[in-house]
Every structure is written in structure tokens, then in C-alpha cells.
């Protein structure tokens, strides 16, 4: 298999407009209306996808906003010049991952024809080739690293309108896709982490969930290449390849077996016949609802597919249920029946068995039957009929999108070769040695350079510097590591697993600006405030926006108390348990030290309480 990994960058622009780069949750201000018109590409040709959509009627509500979209998301403006911000981060991972910048780069237009782009295409351009990433011992090529817009996101849709949100149209995202080596699930993710780190390493790119994307195109001997479109998280990638591999072994098989029975693509015809009198009394919910709405049942015989249906490809995964997702795509039918699974649902017996007298069949053949208007019953039946074919030749090839368990379902044909060709409205930038050479003289350090960096001059074990790398943190302890006498451990584990501690009980630890933890960190460091009260200063400022650190010690009474005060303190506690001192001598040292500690806890060090508790004692 091979990668192609996609990456936001954390530019202070989009790619080809100067709208920022956020995502918004309110209502939106604009929406506009589209539909797309499938167009011939330079050869001529016509996406068959793009026409069914377009026969099919489909509208496209956009929804915007004002700051985070203008008229170049809607396409009612051109495109503005390439963000070279982006660009120039674009071609720092290219070097780092030793590729070869371009001379020039020519904007593309993808065709992309979900109406995920107000425009009909995704713009792209390839900025290096030919690079490579070390992975344990192995060397995996780079085929190249780009630079593209990311797409609208959808947000639902009723009948035959989609609603898409095009706050996300534009932001810069970098696509990394390797040479087709990988040869495990594991290697995979391996492969997919070790990219990961190069473009962290940046240091420019966004953190969090849907921030990075992960294209599979993956293949077995016998098998066909299936593209796998979008993994977001890195848990789910060795599950869904593993599924992949089980999925396309099981289609083989199949095929094996119903060329042994010895059946032909040209067998099956696409003869639908109407059974809807067969149900006229059902008890079938499904059918039921469909006969009130005057809807009709079709049926097709697939010859010799008895008992293949219900061959589970994934966990409760069946030949039938691809089947019926290739309906639901393309018949806009809710699903199917096959008599693999009947009977059930409410059919009975005396139905199937009528069921296949009217489609003429033997035990060794199947039916397949859906209920809708005849127009979506027709195309849904083709679809399966096409399916059906498909299994006797083995694995069709088509792109798939994942579930959250690591399965994945039909998405859409894999589209054609032919969909690339020059955006016109943007005019070639030439990449010189120059500008190249001033890029590779101020590359970042890798981040496995950093891991042994840290563990080196900071002493931090291997979990902690692991940790710190993974945090979002690792600029911020490594300046106040610099700054302050604290020890790089103590800041480390802050950073991370206190933090981490914090945000699990519910604590908003995110609104906690970097300067205000570099403050804390600053006030142990002179003294003012105790190691143990910094995360009671964290409680209080995610609660408290706009405020600063030396409100949150004032109002939380963190305020470390002078060695006056702590002497006068202690005194006075000894005063108070005078008998108690009597009866155990410095047996009491315990007791008085919790006394003390309860009332001054995170005001002052337990290791000067103890120093000046024993001194007093013994006077
Ligand atoms: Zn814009």
C-alpha cells in the first residue's frame, strides 16, 4: 500500500485568499444555493459520477460566514496569489524529507465532483519530488510533497440537497504520498507517524482531531486497488488496512467459487420483474410502508449466488450488504432484500416461495429485491446486477470511506486519470536556487534529533522527553527551562502529565495562555509561589478569562508567607500543643508538622516548615 498523507498547515491565511483559518459553530450569516454542472475535461471525457449526480438533480446549500470566508470561497471572485507563507512551509517538510523542490509551481484543478468545492475542483500544486523517510531501518520513498486547498465541509443535507460549510474551503494543507511499499498494518502506521513528526516539526501545522487526513490506496495479489479515503485517527489505520486485506481475500474467494459454478458475466441479465402482488399482504414493515406510498417491488435473479450474500466479509459485513450500499449510492433506495436472508423482516415463507416461482428460479440461484418508485428501483437493482458481475471478475475497484470501527463502505468509482488540468487564473511562481538554499540553511531539527537533544541536556527520561515532544509544549519548557532555575523534570512533567490530570477532571487547561504558564513558572522560580499551588493557579485562571496570575494568587491566598511570618507561626503552634510536645517529645513532630501544613499548604515550602519546625522543637 501507499500513504498520502494530508496535513492543515497553521498559516495566518488561507491558500488563496486572506480570510483566517477557523472553523465556526453558530448559525451562518450567508448561505447561497448550486448546482454543479458536469463539464467535459480537456480530452473530452465526462466523469460518469459527476453526470449521475447531475442527472440526479442534486442542489448544494452553502453556508458562510463573514470571517472566515469571502468572495473567493464562493467562487465569485479569482483566486489571489499562491500564500507563500504556506508554500515556504510546504518546501521546509519537502527538505527534511530530502525531496526536490519544483523550478516552478503550476496550480492545478483537481475535478472533484461531490460539491465539496464551490468550484467544482480542488486546487493543487506538486512543490517537491522524490524524497524519502526513514522508518525503523527502511527507507520509504516520497513520491512528492504538495500543496492544496482543503475542501467545504459537510454538514448534512435533506433529499436532494447537500449543506456544506466553507469555512474550511481553502485552508492550506500539505499532502505527503509515499511510494506503494508498505507491507503491514503496522508498517503503516509507522510510516504514517513518521511523516507526522517531520511536519510537526515545523512547528506550522494544526494540532487536533481532523487536522491531518490519511489516503490508503491499497492492493493484494488478485485483488484491485482500492482507494481509502480519509482516516483521521492514527488507532483506526492498522484496523481498517487489516479489514481491507480480509475484505478483498473474501471477494477472491467468492469469485473462485462462482466461477466453479460456473457462471458468466453474460448470465446475468438484467431482467427486473415486478413481484409487488406477491406482497399485497405483508407483514413486512419495510414493504408495507412502501405499498402505501404506492411504491413498487422489483426483483432480479442473480443465477448461482445462493449462499454467497450472506458470505461475511467484515464483521457483520456481508457480499449482500455491498450489494446494498451500491443501491443506496446510486438507487437512492433505502436498502435491499435478498433471499440469502429470508425469510425475515416480516416476509414469510409462502412470499419467498411465490417470490421464486414468479423470478424463475432454482435453489442455486438468489433474489434480490427493493422497493421504491420505479425510476430508483430500476437504478438500484442495475447497481446490484453491476456488483454482481463484478464479484464473478473479483474485487471492483472503488473508493471507500472508513467507519469508526476500521471497516469501511462504498464512497463513490474510484475517478478516472484524466482529472487534472492547469488553474489558469494563477500564474506559475519560479522556485530559485536561491530561495531554496535560504530555506535549507534555517531547517528545524527532526524531532527524533530533539528526543535524544532533550533526554541529553535536560536529563529527562525517555517517557517524559517522549511526552514533552508530543505536547503541544515543547517550545514553551524548553524557554522556561532557559528562564528559570526549576528543574527540567519538574517542568516537563508539569507540562504534560499535570496538565493532562487537570484537563481529565474536566479543567479547561487550553484557555491558560502560554505566557501565563511561563509566568507561574516564573514566580516559583523567584520564590512567590510554591511548586504545589501551581495547579490550584491553573484551576483558577481557566475559570477566570482575562485575569492574570497575580490576581489568581491574590484571590486564591497563594501568597508565600515571609520567614518571619513562618517562625511567628510556628511558635505559636508550639505554644498551642505544649502539653502534647511534653508527653512525646519530638515524637510530636509529625503531628505538629500536619498542623501546620493544613493551614499553610501551597503558601510555603514543606521542606522549610520541617527545617524551621526542628530547630524551634529542639530550643
Ligand atoms: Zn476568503
Redesign the pocket.
Known amino acids: 500500500m501507499g500513504l498520502e498523507i494530508h496535513q492543515q498547515l497553521d498559516t495566518s491565511a488561507?491558500l488563496?485568499?486572506?480570510?483566517r483559518l477557523e472553523l465556526f459553530k453558530e448559525e451562518p450569516e450567508i448561505t447561497f444555493l448550486r448546482r454543479l454542472r458536469p463539464t467535459q475535461s480537456e480530452l473530452g471525457q465526462i466523469d460518469p459520477a459527476a453526470y449521475f449526480e447531475f442527472q440526479k438533480g442534486v442542489k448544494i446549500l452553502y453556508e458562510a460566514n463573514k470571517a472566515?470566508?469571502?468572495?473567493?470561497?464562493m467562487d465569485e471572485e479569482p483566486p489571489h496569489p499562491l500564500n507563500m507563507e504556506a508554500v515556504e512551509t510546504t518546501l521546509t517538510a519537502a527538505l527534511m524529507m530530502n525531496a526536490k523542490p519544483v523550478d516552478e509551481i503550476h496550480v492545478m484543478r483537481k475535478t472533484v465532483i461531490d460539491g465539496s468545492n464551490t468550484t467544482g475542483f480542488q486546487r493543487t500544486c506538486v512543490i517537491a519530488l522524490n524524497g524519502e523517510v526513514k522508518v525503523g531501518r527502511k527507507i520509504v520513498p516520497i513520491q512528492h510533497v504538495s500543496l492544496e486547498e482543503d475542501a467545504a465541509r459537510k454538514t448534512g443535507g435533506e433529499g436532494n440537497v447537500i449543506r456544506y460549510r466553507i469555512d474550511r474551503l481553502?485552508i492550506p494543507l500539505i499532502e505527503v504520498a509515499t511510494a506503494p511499499v508498505i507491507k503491514s498494518p503496522k508498517e503503516a502506521e509507522q510510516v504514517a507517524l513518521a511523516i507526522g513528526r517531520v511536519l510537526r516539526a515545523t512547528g506550522e501545522v494544526k494540532r487536533g482531531l481532523g487536522t491531518i487526513r490519511q489516503d490508503i490506496n491499497i492492493s493484494i495479489p488478485d485483488g484491485a486497488l482500492i482507494e481509502i479515503k480519509g482516516v483521521q485517527e492514527l488507532e483506526v489505520l492498522q484496523l481498517v488496512v487489516k479489514y481491507e486485506v480480509q475484505r478483498q481475500l473474501k471477494l477472491v474467494k467468492i469469485s473462485e467459487e462462482l466461477r466453479t459454478r460456473g457462471v458468466n458475466e453474460d448470465d446475468i441479465q438484467g431482467n427486473f420483474i415486478d413481484v409487488t402482488h406477491v406482497f399485497e399482504q405483508t407483514q413486512c414493515k419495510v414493504l408495507r410502508k412502501a405499498l402505501d406510498r404506492k411504491h413498487q417491488i422489483l426483483a432480479v435473479k442473480l443465477p448461482k449466488f445462493q449462499g454467497l450474500l450472506r458470505r461475511e466479509l467484515l464483521p457483520s459485513f456481508r457480499l449482500g450488504t455491498e450489494m446494498s450500499d451500491r443501491a443506496r449510492f446510486w438507487g437512492r433506495v433505502g436498502g435491499i432484500f435478498h433471499t440469502d436472508e429470508l425469510p425475515a423482516y416480516g416476509i414469510t415463507k409462502e412470499e419467498v416461495g411465490k417470490l421464486r416461482e414468479i423470478v424463475a428460479v432454482d435453489d442455486i440461484d438468489a433474489v434480490v429485491l427493493v422497493a421504491d418508485n420505479l425510476e430508483n428501483c430500476k437504478d438500484a437493482l442495475e447497481a446490484v446486477v453491476e456488483r454482481a458481475r463484478e464479484a464473478i471478475k473479483g474485487v471492483p475497484q472503488e473508493t471507500r470511506a472508513p467507519n469508526p470501527d476500521g471497516t469501511t463502505r462504498y464512497m463513490r468509482p474510484r475517478p478516472g486519470a484524466a482529472r487534472m488540468y492547469p488553474e489558469t487564473d494563477i500564474p506559475p511562481i519560479q522556485i530559485t536556487e536561491d530561495y531554496v538554499r535560504g530555506i535549507s540553511s534555517r531547517l528545524p531539527e527532526l524531532l527524533e534529533q530533539k528526543f535524544e537533544r532533550f533526554m541529553k541536556e535536560y536529563k529527562l527520561n525517555q517517557k517524559l522527553a517522549r511526552q514533552v515532544l508530543d505536547s503541544r509544549h515543547s517550545e514553551l519548557f524548553e524557554s522556561i527551562v532557559k528562564e528559570t532555575e526549576v528543574s527540567p523534570t519538574t517542568v516537563a512533567a508539569f507540562l504534560t502529565e499535570t496538565l493532562k490530570a487537570l484537563g481529565r477532571d474536566g479543567v479547561e487547561v487550553e484557555k491558560v495562555s502560554e505566557s501565563q504558564i511561563r509566568e507561574i513558572f516564573n514566580d516559583v522560580n523567584s520564590g512567590e509561589l510554591t511548586k504545589e499551588a501551581m495547579p490550584d493557579v491553573i484551576v483558577w485562571l481557566s475559570s477566570h478569562e482575562n485575569k492574570g496570575v497575580q490576581e489568581a494568587i491574590k484571590s486564591l491566598g497563594l501568597k508565600t508567607i515571609s520567614g518571619d511570618e513562618l517562625g511567628s507561626f510556628v511558635e505559636k503552634v508550639i505554644e498551642d500543643n505544649r502539653s502534647l510536645i511534653e508527653e512525646r517529645g519530638e515524637n510530636s513532630f509529625g503531628v505538629l508538622m500536619g498542623i501546620i501544613m493544613k493551614e499553610l499548604r501551597g503558601r510555603v515550602d514543606a521542606a522549610l516548615v520541617s527545617r524551621v519546625l526542628r530547630d524551634k522543637l529542639k530550643e
Open positions: 488561507k488563496f485568499c486572506d480570510c472566515t470566508s469571502c468572495l473567493v470561497e481553502g
